[in-house]
């Protein structure tokens, strides 16, 4: 979630995600930037699966 001058302040985006999201699952991808999945494909895959399962 964008958090700079130009987006929504982070609680009122939040706000309305969760009006909608019921069941978040959030957690932290190390060793990554913004192509999260191609920088750390091995914990983004393993996540995935356990997601999917």
């Known amino acids: 979630m964008r958090n700079e001058d130009q987006s929504l302040p982070r609680e009122q ?3 309305g995600v969760r009006l909608i999201a ?3 699952l959030a957690g ?6 913004h192509v999260f ?3 750390n494909q091995d914990h ?3 996540r995935l699966i356990r997601f999917c399962s």
């Open 44 to 46: 983004v895959t393993e």
């Open 37 to 39: 999945a191609a920088d």
């Open 13 to 15: 985006m939040l706000h």
């Open 28 to 33: 932290l991808i190390l060793n990554s930037g």
């Open 22 to 24: 019921t069941d978040i």
